[in-house]
């Protein structure tokens, strides 16, 4: 298993700002997953992490809008830049483990951009 | 056009009835998770269903995979108000990385 922690729980910012995001996993693991959860729907992906390589991302997501660190096997941000009320959503990470599949997520970063 | 499309999208029972939620694609799929969301966590998953025809219990919750593999469904028996939640099915692709479905957003009234 893995046990995922995100910083911020939640944040309220103002347009045009940027707000960066960590998750934090408690084992090393070499991928790293960012997801974008607006309101009252399901999850998308963003983008997936590597550590060492440039993150690779889903169509409708570019690195100037959501760039993504990943230093180390254990830690990755994805940054909102240039916010807008459109990038209100929760945001999560999420990591895979083992070979069944299973994804395991943080509690979410739950953004309002006013 | 949505991969997996879920139904309902949104449900309201009384505690103590049975319901069945849905998820079904044209594709035929290796294998289908699902996933529950409380409010302010992030998903969990539930169960991982592979073979065609495959039926898995939790507990009151049972998951069956369609003989074709191009669907499931998610059975509920004697719903209880903490079932409530966003249950979501998703696939797999690539490497490691999840397609949710729209989700069903359940609520068990007491």
């Known amino acids: 298993s893995a046990v995922i922690s995100q910083k911020p729980s939640r944040d309220i910012c103002q347009r045009g700002t940027s707000l960066t995001i960590q998750c934090q996993v408690d084992s090393q693991v070499t991928m790293m997953f960012w997801y974008r959860q607006q309101p009252g729907q399901s999850l998308t992906l963003i983008a997936t992490?590597?550590?060492?390589?440039?993150?690779?991302?889903e169509s409708g997501f570019v690195i100037d809008k959501f760039p993504i660190s990943r230093p180390n096997l254990t830690f990755s941000t994805l940054t909102v830049s240039n916010m807008s009320p459109e990038d209100s959503s929760i945001y999560l990470c999420?990591?895979?483990?083992?070979?069944?599949?299973?994804?395991?997520f943080g509690q979410g970063t739950r953004l309002t951009v006013v | 056009t949505q991969l997996l499309e879920q139904s309902p999208q949104f449900l309201s029972i009384q505690e103590g009835e049975n319901l069945t939620v849905y998820c079904n694609s044209s594709s035929v799929f290796s294998s289908l998770q699902w996933y529950r969301q409380e409010p302010g966590e992030g998903p969990v998953l539930l169960v991982t269903?592979?073979?065609?025809?495959e039926v898995k219990k939790l507990k009151r919750l049972t998951f069956q995979f369609g003989d074709a593999r191009k669907d499931s469904s998610l059975h509920i028996t004697a719903a209880q108000p903490g079932d409530t939640g966003l249950y979501l099915c998703a696939l797999i692709q690539g490497a490691q990385k999840l397609v949710f479905g729209q989700g069903t957003r359940l609520t068990i009234n007491p």
């Open positions: 269903v592979v073979t065609g025809g």
């Open positions: 999420s990591v895979g483990v083992g070979g069944g599949g299973q994804a395991f």
């Open positions: 992490a590597n550590q060492g390589s440039e993150a690779t991302y």
